[in-house]
């Protein structure tokens, strides 16, 4: 018969920095740990498009009045590809 061990699991809810692809990564990180240390999860889960945010109409709407938007989205996003992953990579424990 096979067993299986148990996994535990954290769902994080959290608000990633708006607009700020780095910082949101360093939030992550600091969450996945504390969850890994604390609740002693071997599986953190974030919120479906953490990094790079998806806008929500609570501020969305003000904000893509202002000119620009499409830039600053468009560069956050990039910008959470290249160090980002670096980053976020340094979340595993060992």
């Known amino acids: 018969m096979t067993s299986f061990g148990t996994v535990r699991v954290a769902a994080v809810q959290a608000t990633p920095v708006i607009l700020d692809a780095e910082a949101s990564v360093e939030k992550a990180v600091e969450l996945i740990g504390r969850a890994a240390r604390e609740e002693k999860a071997k599986l953190v889960v974030?919120?479906?498009?953490?990094?790079?945010?998806?806008?929500?109409?609570?501020?969305?709407?003000?904000?893509?009045?202002?000119?620009?938007?499409?830039?600053?989205?468009?560069?956050?996003?990039?910008?959470?590809?290249?160090?980002a992953g670096a980053t976020a990579s340094s979340a595993r424990s060992g």
């Open 46 to 83: 974030l919120p479906e498009t953490f990094v790079p945010l998806y806008p929500s109409n609570a501020w969305a709407n003000g904000a893509s009045r202002f000119g620009g938007w499409d830039e600053l989205w468009e560069r956050s996003s990039r910008s959470a590809c290249a160090p």
